[in-house]
Every structure is written in C-alpha cells, then in structure tokens.
C-alpha cells in the first residue's frame, strides 16, 4: 500500500466527506513556501497550512531553538508550576500588545483561545453577580469548531447538527458608515444583558476575507465601551503580520477587554493558543473565594517546545526577517 492508502485505512480528515474525498496527498517534507509529496512533486503552500505558517517551512531557526529546548525541557504541568520560555513569551508579547492587555493565559489552539475568553466574560459576570449572559457577535462569524466557538459563529451548514445545544447569540452586522446609527441603537436597547460582544477584527477571514472599515470597528468598540460591554477581539487568523501591521489592532483607535491568538503565534511550528486580557478581567477573579478561580486549563498549557517556536518566530517577525505570507 502507498502512503494515500495507507491513510485511508485509518485517518478520518478534517471538513472532509470521506466517501467521495479524492486521494490525499501524502507531504514527506516542507521548505520555504514548498511543500513535496512522495513523488517529489513540489506545491506552492499558498495556504500557508490554514493560514499558521509565516517564517516558511522547517524554518532553520526556529528548528534549532526548539531543538534546545527539546534537549532541556520538553514539558511540564503550568498549574503550580513555570518556566522561562513562558515568561519571557508573556513578557514579550505584553511589550507589543495594547497597553491595557496584561495577562496572558495560555492554551492549545484558537478554538480553545476563544473558549477562555467566553469563560473569562461570563466569569466575570458571574464572580460580580451582574446577570449578564448573553453574547454579540457579528454575522457570518467564525471563531472555531468547539462548543463555545460554534456558538458565537454564524449559523451554518457546519452548525446545523448541533443547532439547538448552542448558546443564544444574537448576531449583528459588521459595521459601516450607513449603519452604525442603528446597531448603536439596537445595542443600547440590550446592552444590560450582555456579557460580552466577540468579533473578528476587519477580515473576516473563513467567511471569505470579508472587509470592514478599521474607522467603523473603532467607533463600535468605542460605543460598546461606553455601554460597558466587554470585547473580546479574536486575532486568531489577523495576528503576528497578516494585516500588513503586527496586530489588527494596530489598525484601531479603541482596544479590547480580550484578545485571542494561535495560528501564527508559533510561526505555524507548534499548536498553542493565547487569550490576553486586561487588569481589570483578571481581578475579577482574585478572590479569596477559591470558587471565583478560573477553572479551565489543558494538559499541554504553555508546552516549553511551543513557547520556544513562538519566541523565535517572534523575534524572526519583529527583525524584519520574514514578511507574513
Ligand atoms: C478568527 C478565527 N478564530 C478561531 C479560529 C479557530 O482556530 P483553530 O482552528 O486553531 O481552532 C479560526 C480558524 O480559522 C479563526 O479564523
């Protein structure tokens, strides 16, 4: 058997129908932009593998950085526990993130990066005693394929099976000039059940990298703000380059409660997730309560190896070394 048939004996694919699929295609190896299958016949990665490669692949820099820390410390558990990587990723980020963003909580993927941010939102909520449970999020929104992901995302095919086990959501239109008078309004008149308003800043990228004005965004973020909404901005796909700036963020006038990051984060080395968020979150939770601690975490948060790839692509990005593709 070759490599495809091999895999069609045990794998299952993601987004993929597996009974009318078309042979996979087996990838032994990656360099730069190249991707070569078994045959040798080499592929332009213009996909950069789901939008996480930035640096190109098998990138020698960041395969020599995570070769060190392989050799020194591969993982171990966050809760209790620490190390330098983390630190000084944490560190680094919160130097270039917007100022009001000043703790990192580390995951595996943005799917997860999301689902943090939900909890940190109806969390906070809660530890306060405001009842607040409902979210705002744009049409056509894709924040990731877990529970709480799916629910803040548009309805679609994709969600149909699991319709009516997801949270209410009420989803509004992306901003523009014409219609920013009437979200205003409608957002006013149910602002006091918000918990939180999730939004994919200025692309909506699995939607099919649809654009709204930087201007328009700001002037929401500015109006939920004052209505004292909490914004959790999903830089899942945006972040570390792909809008011409660092961040999406770079782009407005307004910063957010939350951010999420994974995708780019480890120049597409390593799974990881981040969520960031602002002092204010994070106070919520202290307590001498122990039942207003933030119960969420998984058994890789903040792996060394994963930390170590998002500092080298990092430094890779800040030096100029690389332009995001
Ligand atoms: C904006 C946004 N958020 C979240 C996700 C989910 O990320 P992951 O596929 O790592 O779960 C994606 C994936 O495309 C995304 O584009």
Same mark, same amino acid.
């Given at each position: 058997m070759n490599l495809s048939e091999r895999d069609r004996a045990v794998n299952w694919h993601p987004y993929t129908q597996m009974k009318t699929a078309d042979d996979i295609i087996p990838i032994v190896r990656g360099k730069g932009i190249y991707l070569f299958d078994d045959e040798g016949k080499q592929y332009i990665d213009a996909v950069s593998s789901w939008w996480?490669?930035? /640096?190109?692949?098998? /990138?020698p820099y960041i395969a020599k950085r995570v070769s060190e820390q392989l050799h020194t410390l591969e993982q171990v558990i966050f809760a209790g526990f620490t190390h330098e990587p983390a630190i000084q990723l944490s560190e680094n980020l919160l130097k270039i993130l917007p100022e009001n963003q000043k703790k990192i909580f580390y995951s595996d993927n943005g799917s997860t990066a999301v689902e943090v941010a939900l909890k940190m939102c109806i969390q906070y909520a809660y530890n306060q005693k405001h009842k607040k449970t409902k979210v705002l999020a744009f049409k056509n929104a894709y924040h990731g394929d877990t529970f709480g992901a799916m629910s803040v995302s548009g309805r679609s095919a994709w969600t149909n099976p699991f319709g009516e086990m997801l949270f209410e959501v009420i989803f509004i239109d992306v901003p523009t000039a014409e219609n920013l008078d009437d979200l205003k309004i409608f957002i006013k008149s149910i602002s006091? #059940?918000?918990?939180c308003f999730i939004y994919e800043p200025i692309i909506q990228g699995a939607a099919g990298m649809l654009m709204h004005r930087a201007e328009d965004l700001s002037e929401l973020m500015k109006f939920c703000r004052e209505q004292k909404i909490l914004m959790i901005q999903d #830089?899942?796909?945006?972040?570390?380059?792909?809008?011409?700036?660092?961040?999406?963020?770079?782009?407005?006038?307004e910063q957010p409660d939350i951010m999420c990051f994974s995708k780019g984060l480890t120049g597409g080395t390593m799974p990881m997730g981040i969520t960031s968020c602002s002092q204010e979150i994070f106070e919520?939770?202290?307590?001498?309560?122990?039942?207003?601690?933030?119960?969420h975490g998984h058994s890789?948060?903040?792996?060394p190896l994963a930390c170590t790839a998002a500092l080298a692509s990092l430094e890779l990005l800040l030096n100029n070394e690389t332009l995001a593709i």
């Open positions: 996480v490669t930035l /640096h190109g692949h098998a /990138h006091s #059940e918000i918990a #830089e899942v796909f945006t972040g570390f380059g792909r809008t011409g700036k660092l961040f999406a963020a770079d782009h407005l006038s919520a939770f202290l307590s001498d309560d122990q039942y207003k601690t933030l119960f890789f948060t903040a792996n």
